[in-house]
């Protein structure tokens, strides 16, 4: 490996692990693995992404009362009908998953966990179910 790093700087990797009968994989992933990895630069934002107020805006509207139980592709049918366009409808699912807010929107309730009936049998002829499997 030293041998193969030496002679590359002045043959280059290819020709050395040619020459030597070395893979190169192996090469590439010992010096990969000794190398301390950089820290990734952040993603720049396109330059079609929305402003933090256009997010606002279209937040805004997907939360007011008018559209507060309606999806969001419903949302943006009725604001194009209005010759109004905020964002696309997966922008709009964008948004309200960055906001925790990807969820069934229409108020539905929420069953409590019941409480399963448990049959203990005795003795004999005491309890008739059609399942017998749960029976203890």
Same mark, same amino acid.
Request: glycine residues 2%; hydrophobic residues 40%.
């Given at each position: 490996?030293?041998?193969?790093?030496?002679?590359?700087?002045?043959?280059?990797?290819?020709?050395? #692990?040619? !020459?030597?009968?070395? @893979? *190169?994989?192996?090469?590439? &992933? /010992?010096? +990969?693995?000794? $190398? #301390?990895? !950089?820290?990734?630069? @952040? *993603?720049?934002?396109?330059? &079609? /992404?929305? +402003?933090?107020? $256009?997010?606002? !805006?279209?937040?805004?509207?997907?939360?007011?009362?008018?559209?507060?139980?309606?999806?969001?592709?419903a949302?943006?049918?009725?604001?194009?009908?209005?010759?109004?366009?905020?964002?696309?409808?997966?922008?709009?699912?964008?948004?309200?998953?960055?906001?925790?807010?990807?969820?069934?929107?229409?108020?539905?309730?929420?069953?409590?966990?019941?409480?399963?009936?448990?049959?203990?049998?005795?003795?004999?002829?005491?309890?008739?179910?059609?399942?017998?499997t749960?029976?203890?």
């Amino acid at each position: 490996m030293v041998a193969v790093a030496g002679l590359s700087i002045e043959v280059g990797v290819v020709g050395t #692990c040619r !020459a030597l009968a070395f @893979p *190169r994989a192996t090469y590439y &992933r /010992a010096t +990969s693995m000794t $190398e #301390c990895p !950089a820290e990734p630069s @952040p *993603r720049p934002s396109p330059a &079609r /992404a929305l +402003s933090p107020d $256009e997010r606002v !805006a279209v937040l805004e509207a997907l939360n007011s009362e008018r559209f507060c139980d309606v999806a969001p592709a419903a949302v943006q049918a009725t604001l194009l009908d209005e010759d109004r366009y905020l964002c696309s409808t997966r922008t709009m699912y964008r948004i309200l998953a960055d906001e925790g807010q990807v969820r069934e929107r229409r108020n539905q309730l929420r069953h409590p966990a019941y409480a399963k009936p448990e049959l203990l049998a005795l003795r004999p002829n005491e309890v008739w179910s059609w399942d017998i499997t749960k029976l203890k």
